[in-house]
């Protein structure tokens, strides 16, 4: 157990719709980011956030958004779903702002089916 | 730009030794991790260098060349359950530059 929670763990929807996915990272990490990982595909890093701030934007789409709250939990949002959405959603967080190579630690996902 | 690659696939036989290689190209450097990532669950860290030469940690170890762009991560004494994705990565080196993963190396263990 990493110390990260991801809710929820499985999530099925129909294009068109938004969902949320929300991430609760390990008590004094600071850092949270969230990766897509599509069947046998690679991690593809999608944004960071640090301290409430973001802090690096990687390959995220326009439909998608996020946000950490001043409690440091953040929130995915996927908006306009596609069926190329339909992946594993990670979630992991460090304790800087990994400029230091801070290990990350992941979460056990969201499994996102867009029907 | 920055990128990293890595083999697709490898297959060893259990109790053998693999080197599963990572060369990665970027304009700044802070270092390199391997993650372990079994099908459907969560990577996990295995190792992080940031200077020259090999990292041992139990039947793991972890190889890095700043020079050449090079990394390996060697695993001993192979058994059932090491079968799946290492992944090597690329942290940012700057408030511009963020971290990268390579696509992974499957790796399968037979009896």
């Known amino acids: 157990d990493s110390g990260v929670t991801q809710t929820p763990k499985h999530l099925i929807t129909a294009t068109g719709q938004r969902v949320t996915l929300r991430c609760s990272p390990r008590?004094?990490?600071?850092?949270v980011y969230w990766y897509q990982q599509s069947l046998d595909q690679g991690l593809q890093f999608l944004i960071q956030y640090y301290n409430g701030e973001e802090r690096a934007k990687g390959n995220i789409l326009e439909r998608f958004s996020a946000q950490q709250f001043p409690d440091l939990h953040s929130e995915l949002n996927l908006s306009s779903l596609e069926l190329g959405d339909s992946a594993l959603y990670f979630c992991a967080s460090s304790v800087g702002r990994d400029r230091a190579g801070n290990e990350q630690f992941f979460g056990p996902g969201t499994r996102l089916t867009v029907l | 730009g920055q990128n990293i690659d890595q083999p697709t696939e490898m297959t060893a036989t259990e109790g053998a030794i693999v080197q599963i290689n990572c060369t990665y190209q970027?304009?700044?450097?802070?270092?390199l991790f391997w993650y372990q990532q079994h099908a459907g669950e969560a990577p996990t860290f295995l190792s992080y260098n940031v200077l020259d030469g090999l990292e041992e940690k139990g039947r793991f170890s972890s190889f890095l060349s700043r020079s050449k762009g090079y990394s390996y991560l060697l695993l001993k004494e192979l058994q059932m359950k090491d079968s799946a994705s290492y992944l090597c990565a690329v942290p940012p080196y700057s408030s511009a530059s963020k971290i990268i993963f390579g696509s992974g190396t499957r790796l399968s263990i037979r009896p």
């Open positions: 970027t304009s700044g450097f802070n270092g």
């Open positions: 008590s004094g990490d600071l850092s």
